[in-house]
């Protein structure tokens, strides 16, 4: 017979045996990071190409209703203050990637490819498990890596009829781009391994520069006329050089042909000697649609374009002629877009994924629309800095609308989190798992730190770096200028009245200006301190 404490004993071993196959059970389940399907959640990152925020109703209705876009967001979170770190399209990609600064991640513009042997979060994802894929826009360069499949886009990609190169192989697809992007991922998903998440990137090209709509919207918002922002016609006194000097005008800087799609008649234009940029540009976008394609393509725009062309407007009336017919273009290629997310979220709603799929909208910047009188991005200021971000994840997150500061520096984070892969100790951003769900980490910032770096280059907008707290955005512009401007938000939400130079605000800059300094110490970034003129 055993005594009590023999037994006590032999308790305590089985318990410490126990407790111990569950410790090497937890290690195991903690340390591979391998998660099974089922528990793992799938993600699917929708992101567009210069998607405006003030172009999706759930943020502004005034232009246009986007009901697929607005369905996620009344389903899952919208947020109202997030943020990219360099408004410019193969910059924002790398962050997104990587999880950190365009400095550290090298893509500091548009130029540079991307040195895809680096951590990315796709790759720590597929060791981990999961599927990995990549559709459409990439504009990286380099080939991806870090992805099971991936159809792509070279470089910017067309409209109509584009080339896709498919892992490696590039072929001519028939259709619009927009619908052939979604086709490609719906038809990647249907065939997947369904053992495995999968983590999908979808990539649009649109709604980037030249605006081609496909056909079936080109009669959207014809008899219309869209309000021209308030600060359409900004003078940009109080402004330094940078914004004075910029090439992004509405009013001066888009082309008639390849933009506005007023293209000489064809045969004035066949018969121009080496023809001029505007039109080799058109025509590199219209000659690849088919002979009914541009049939159609002509009568939509024919009387339009025959009333400019009669009486063509001047001045004022011409800028606006010139925003009306930017914008609507503009919008009738996110009309496809949203569309297009429709299909995507009826798909997951037929497979009975929808639950377990965080599905992700965004841009990879802001985008003017007509504001200081602009098309494009790059600079600090509200329009290009802010992206529009939408998260759905029914297993986890309630409906609503957050309101704290986040960045595109977040996502990759974010991922890794949700896919229970300890996130690595040199990424920048912080994962937003618990922001989605109003429980937000008491230490989450105050102040968000951009840098801009594409100058001398295309629509000339100078070299910045800045920072954004809830009230002030604090801007340098450098190389070849050395200009500060400062913004009291609430007071100035169009960013009109420059106060840098106002007395009233010199602690405000003296804070800031210091935080700014802390800010560039803490990412690491004070290289390009050594182009700073002397
Ligand atoms: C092209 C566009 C520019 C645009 C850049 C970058 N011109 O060069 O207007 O700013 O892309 O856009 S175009 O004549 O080729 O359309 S980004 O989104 O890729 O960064
Ligand atoms: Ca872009």
Redesign the pocket.
């Known amino acids: 017979m055993r005594t009590r404490s023999q037994a006590g004993l032999l308790q305590r071993a089985r318990w410490r045996k126990r407790g111990a196959f569950l410790i090497v059970v937890l290690a195991i389940a903690c340390s591979v990071n391998r998660s099974p399907a089922g528990t793992s959640p799938n993600i699917l990152f929708i992101m567009s190409?210069?998607h405006a925020y003030q172009a999706i109703s759930c943020y502004d209705s005034t232009l246009i209703h986007t009901p697929n876009i607005d369905r996620l967001a009344r389903e899952g979170v919208r947020f109202t203050n997030s943020f990219c770190t360099n408004a410019?399209?193969?910059p924002s990609r790398a962050v997104l990637l990587t999880g950190k600064y365009s400095h550290l991640n090298g893509v500091v513009d548009?130029r540079v490819a991307f040195d895809g042997s680096q951590q990315t979060f796709p790759k720590l994802l597929r060791t981990a498990g999961y599927q990995t894929a990549l559709f459409g826009k990439w504009?990286l360069k380099s080939d991806p890596t870090g992805f099971d499949y991936w159809n792509i886009l070279p470089d910017?990609g067309n409209y109509y009829n584009p080339d896709f190169i498919e892992m490696g192989v590039r072929a001519k697809r028939k259709g619009y781009v927009t619908d052939i992007i979604t086709d490609d991922c719906l038809a990647w998903l249907k065939t997947r391994k369904s053992d495995k998440p999968f983590c999908v990137l979808l990539h649009n090209k649109a709604p980037?520069?030249?605006w081609m709509p496909d056909l079936k919207h080109l009669p959207m918002f014809r008899d219309e006329a869209k309000p021209i922002p308030p600060t359409f016609f900004d003078d940009y006194s109080t402004r330094s050089e940078a914004a004075r000097r910029q090439e992004m005008r509405i009013a001066d800087d888009l082309f008639l042909a390849?933009d506005l799609k007023v293209p000489p008649p064809d045969s004035v234009s066949a018969g121009m000697p080496g023809k001029t940029t505007d039109v080799q540009?058109w025509h590199s976008e219209y000659d690849r649609l088919t002979a009914e394609e541009k049939n159609a393509w002509n009568r939509a725009y024919e009387s339009e374009n025959t009333a400019f062309q009669t009486s063509p407007p001047g001045g004022e009336a011409l800028a606006r002629w010139k925003y009306q017919r930017y914008i609507k273009d503009y919008l009738r290629c996110i009309a496809s877009v949203d569309e297009n997310v429709g299909r995507v979220l009826d798909y997951l709603d037929e497979s009975g994924l929808a639950s377990n799929t965080i599905v992700v909208y965004t841009s990879?910047?802001g985008f003017y629309l007509g504001e200081h009188g602009w098309f494009?991005?790059r600079f600090m200021y509200e329009e290009s800095l802010r992206i529009p971000l939408i998260i759905r994840y029914p297993a986890e997150i309630r409906p609503g609308i957050i309101s704290d500061m986040v960045l595109n520096l977040d996502f990759a984070p974010t991922f890794l989190d949700y896919a229970g892969v300890r996130i690595p100790d040199d990424i920048q951003g912080r994962s937003l798992r618990g922001v989605v769900r109003s429980q937000t980490p008491p230490d989450w910032r105050q102040s968000i730190y951009y840098h801009y770096y594409e100058y001398p280059a295309?629509?000339a907008v100078r070299r910045h770096y800045g920072l954004r707290t809830a009230r002030y955005k604090l801007i340098h512009f450098y190389y070849d200028i050395d200009a500060w401007e400062l913004y009291d938000l609430p007071a100035d939400p169009h960013e009109l009245n420059n106060c840098y130079d106002d007395p009233r605000y010199r602690e405000a800059v003296r804070q800031l200006t210091t935080e700014l300094d802390r800010q560039q110490m803490i990412v690491g970034d004070t290289e390009y301190r050594k182009l700073l003129p002397r």
């Open positions: 190409d210069d410019i399209c193969a548009n504009h910017q980037h520069r030249n390849y540009l990879d910047q494009d991005k295309v629509h």
